[in-house]
């Protein structure tokens, strides 16, 4: 095997038996995501006609049905999902995503998919080959009844255009601005009516044929916002703009004088911006400020009439969303989705990381998985219960990755049962990137970037870690490693592609002769490089197209994530290439996403194929897609 040109030396393990080149029988669906994209995005919290929840994350888009706890998942879309439109009939909806590259390089081009949410079945496709960079804003028409639905792509002039939803063809397009454009919508009683709104900017937009003209907005004797950031039309027709000064301007409901639309009225809503509108069913106006937390409830005529704050560990209002009854659904920009009334409060129903994702460990005798990252949240998840138990705020400076992974090389303990700290440390001035524990529990290993693996006795039920010795022979960083089955030896894989076993019990020597390593038995099998998995390799392969595996417990097919956004499954041992490969990876735990800022986490469940039932491993997330969920 080569990598760069560089050999691959491995040995066959004797005895070896005929290695098998048919697929797996099991197979792998996606069970649960974790998360939620408030971080970044605007009105992408919806509720159905069938009461489900629709949001979206990464390349999915989640039903989320209460208060049962069931997801369902609309898994078309190739590149993340930027944004979401639901249909007046409350059955249809439009996602839109960005433009992406295959894993042959090839571009994948922005598209808009209108689907059934009943079924999920799709049907139709807009406008491929006609956007750039991808689709920032949705709209669909509701005079009409939602034969149109209006697109913003995220190219340089932020193109605006119209398409017939049934034929899937353009009616209309004209370069709406150079500036961004944050939301657009139809006129609910003029469907030839078009408002859109982003960086210093309300254009009103008249439809007339093949033609799109515009009109500005005139802010006249107010001061004009730097962002326009969100809009409604209240219950008489009226446009009402939530602003990054905190104002909510009224506007008149045809242009002014000139032709030019303009404001009647503004309203002092909140310290900063003003992040979401909603009108409620009985004309109320509900607004959430992005500074203050604060929810206001409003009189059709922006009397204020109650407000509510939201706990600060879940942040800002990123979008508001009415539910049955007196319910309402608020999603934050920390990724989080609140339920509750403005006389009760608010609680989660659903939780996530607001940066990176990079480290996960999975209990080993229940359904639990910690998570941690770039937002220094400790995260302990019930697997089988989809929801979070406990989060732990590390302290500045304290470690990233679970177990390790801090720049400088501080690693530290948790205990699981209450999330409280029992040990600490610090090896080094570069950063851990893997932890792992012996068998039996009493070693430690943890690989660094400077090349050393580093071994702590553990004593006093994992209370007291003691230095037991230094592994020294890597000549780059390292990357994964795995104990053998008696706790007496490690496996490691580095930077530059080696790899080299270790005499721990024997004072962590290096075993320079690896031939008497290969019918060695490892209690775990997470390196990416070895005999037994040198199959999943792709031919032509630079060394960066596998990001980690993990062999399941009954040691018979081996999850692997790879720098596509893809998780595979093949037969273990995979010493053939071109084994094939499944679909995802349950409890395959897996932190995945196209652009490593959302902290999402996939919970994926391996469905028995007929010869072999699917016992479960986790599968750390891939190093360059591990995200914000």
């Known amino acids: 095997m080569f990598l760069r040109g560089r050999p691959i030396t491995m040995y066959v393990p004797s005895g070896l038996g005929p290695l098998r080149a048919e697929l797996p029988p099991e197979r792998l669906q996606l069970d649960w995501v974790y998360g939620y994209r408030g971080r970044d995005s605007r009105s992408n919290l919806h509720v159905l006609g069938s009461g489900e929840l629709v949001y979206f994350i990464a390349c999915v888009v989640v039903l989320l049905q209460l208060p049962a706890r069931r997801q369902r998942h609309y898994l078309r879309h190739s590149d993340c999902v930027r944004c979401l439109a639901v249909h007046p009939d409350r059955l249809r909806v439009a996602t839109g995503q960005a433009a992406g590259v295959d894993k042959d390089g090839k571009p994948l ?107 500005h907005g005139i802010f006249g004797k107010y001061k004009k916002p730097k962002f326009i950031q969100c809009f409604i039309f209240d219950a008489a027709g009226a ?40 009108r409620r069913r009985d004309g109320t106006v509900l607004s959430g400020g992005g500074k203050d937390r604060r929810v206001l409830s409003w009189s059709p005529t922006l009397e204020l009439l109650h407000e509510v704050e939201l706990p600060e560990s879940f942040g800002a209002v990123r ?17 989080a989705l609140l339920r509750g009334t403005l006389g009760s409060g608010f609680t989660p129903i659903v939780q996530g990381h607001t940066d990176e994702v990079w480290g996960l460990a999975t209990h080993p005798n229940c359904c639990r998985f910690l998570t941690c990252g770039h937002d220094r949240q400790l995260c302990l ?30 690693w530290s303990e948790v205990w ?40 702590y006795s553990v004593a006093e039920g994992g209370r007291k870690f003691s230095r037991f010795g230094r592994c020294t022979g890597h000549s780059s960083f390292i990357t994964h490693l795995d104990w053998s089955k008696d706790g007496r030896f490690i496996m490691s894989n ?27 038995e490892w209690a775990s099998y997470t390196c990416v490089l070895g005999f037994h998995v040198f199959g999943v390799w792709p031919d032509g392969s630079d060394g960066t197209d596998i990001n980690s595996l993990c062999r399941s417990h009954h040691e018979r097919v081996v999850a692997v994530a790879d720098d596509f956004c893809k998780v595979h499954l093949f037969q273990y041992p995979c010493a053939r290439p071109k084994v094939g490969t499944g679909h995802g990876g349950l409890w395959v735990v897996w932190g995945r996403v196209p652009a490593p800022q959302f902290g999402d986490v996939f919970q994926w469940r391996v469905l028995p194929g007929d010869t072999a039932r699917g016992l479960v491993k986790s599968l750390p997330p891939p190093p360059r897609f591990r995200a914000a969920l």
Not at 319 to 335: C, D, K, Q, S, Y
Not at 494 to 509: F, Q, T
Request: proline residues 3%; negative net charge; hydrophobic residues 35%.
């Open 109 to 215: 081009q922005p598209i808009v998919y209108i689907w059934d949410s009943a079924t999920l079945q799709t049907l139709q496709q807009i406008g491929l080959g006609s956007f750039e960079r991808g689709v920032g804003s949705l709209a669909f028409s509701t005079a009409d009844q939602g034969a149109f639905l209006c697109v913003v792509d995220d190219s340089n002039e932020h193109m605006m255009s119209v398409w017939d939803c049934a034929r899937g063809t353009k009616q209309a397009e004209v370069k709406s601005t150079n500036e961004s454009v944050l939301t657009v919508e139809f006129n609910p009683r003029d469907s030839s009516s078009i408002v859109s709104s982003g960086k210093s900017h309300v254009f009103f937009w008249s439809w007339s044929g093949g033609a799109l003209t515009k009109k």
């Open 381 to 410: 998840w019930d697997g089988r219960e989809h929801a979070l138990a406990w989060s732990l705020a590390l302290e500045v400076g304290g470690p990233r990755n679970w177990g390790g992974g801090h720049p400088r090389g501080v």
């Open 319 to 335: 979008t508001i969303a009415e539910g049955p009854g007196e319910e309402l659904l608020v999603g934050t920009t920390r990724n």
């Open 239 to 278: 446009l009402l703009t939530g602003d990054s000064e905190g104002n909510i301007l009224t506007w008149t409901r045809t242009p002014g004088k000139g032709g030019k639309g303009g404001i009647g009225q503004q309203t002092r809503a909140h310290e900063g911006s003003v992040f979401a509108l909603c």
């Open 416 to 455: 699981g049962a209450l999330g409280g700290l029992l040990a600490g440390g610090s090896d080094g001035n570069e950063q851990l990137s893997v932890v792992r524990f012996s068998p039996d529990g009493t070693f430690l290993a943890i690989g660094s970037h400077d090349n050393f693996i580093y071994i």
């Open 494 to 520: 580095s930077g530059d592609y080696e790899i080299l076993y270790w005499d721990v019990a024997g004072g962590c020597k290096l075993l320079r002769n690896r031939f008497e390593s290969r019918d060695r």
